[in-house]
């Protein structure tokens, strides 16, 4: 069975993460994406100690889908330089998995 992946990142705002959630899934990168927020993100930034509110979002892909995922999380990401990190998937139901693979299937064409 295919290998799988859960994929984080995170936006300023809700309607960021929902455009960019729905970029993601629309282009079969991920079968799905949860967004949590708003969450306290505690962080350096530029030399500087900062907190803020952050809408995290959690995809689930293929990990031979993820290198195109994170090309194009850093090309419409509103961030200059935003969290892309990934996490294995080690264990979850045959029949969630068997969806996560057939939904990122690359649409032949593409």
Same mark, same amino acid.
């Given at each position: 069975?295919?290998?799988?992946?859960?994929?984080?990142?995170?936006?300023?705002?809700?309607?960021?993460?929902?455009?960019?959630?729905?970029?993601?899934?629309?282009?079969?990168?991920?079968?799905?994406?949860?967004?949590?927020?708003?969450?306290?993100?505690?962080?350096?930034?530029?030399?500087?100690?900062?907190?803020? !509110?952050?809408?995290?979002?959690?995809?689930?892909?293929?990990? =031979?889908? *993820?290198?195109?995922?994170? &090309?194009?999380?850093? +090309?419409?990401?509103?961030?200059?330089?935003? !969290?892309?990190?990934?996490?294995?998937?080690?264990?979850?139901? =045959?029949? *969630?998995?068997?969806?996560? &693979?057939?939904?990122? +299937?690359?649409?032949?064409?593409?």
């Amino acid at each position: 069975m295919t290998d799988f992946l859960q994929v984080a990142t995170a936006t300023e705002s809700r309607e960021e993460a929902e455009k960019l959630a729905g970029s993601v899934v629309t282009a079969r990168l991920a079968a799905g994406a949860q967004i949590v927020g708003p969450v306290v993100s505690v962080f350096w930034h530029q030399g500087e100690f900062g907190t803020g !509110e952050e809408w995290q979002l959690l995809f689930k892909t293929r990990a =031979d889908r *993820y290198a195109e995922l994170e &090309e194009h999380l850093l +090309e419409h990401h509103p961030w200059k330089n935003p !969290e892309v990190s990934a996490v294995p998937i080690v264990a979850g139901s =045959d029949a *969630y998995l068997r969806w996560v &693979e057939r939904t990122t +299937e690359p649409e032949s064409g593409n």
